[in-house]
């Protein structure tokens, strides 16, 4: 038995993490709702034909407990089951500005006059 290996296939441009930061800020926006999949792709203009590398990278932030899976819900009038995802306190973590740039901005900005 052969298997042919895809030519040209190379698995690491799968993990973007310029769109991981967006799926964190995404399920941010959602917290502490859950937001299902065609939502993600929706609210990130994520076409059909990405939606593999959308879906990629959903997992492997699930994989380092920023993203939590909520089960699946059905749409299309129950025709098709869709997972949800939650966005965990370690992935709120990461998204938050660092207290003291917080900080910086409000002394800067706040009168004292």
Known sequence: MMFQQAQ???????FD?????????????FFPQPAT???IANQ???????EFKLEKNIRYLEGHNLVLYCGDV???NGFVRIPQFQITSIGLDNI???A??????????????
Not at 17 to 29: A, G, N, P, T, Y
């Open 44 to 50: 990130l203009n994520i076409s059909n034909q990405f």
């Open 74 to 76: 059905y749409e299309n």
């Open 8 to 14: 040209g296939v190379d698995v690491r441009i799968w």
């Open 100 to 113: 003291e740039f917080l900080y910086t901005n409000v002394v800067a900005t706040t009168s004292f006059t």
């Open 37 to 39: 999949f065609t939502t």
């Open 17 to 29: 993490e310029d769109l991981q930061r967006k799926i964190l800020q995404c399920l941010s926006v």
């Open 96 to 98: 938050i500005k660092p």
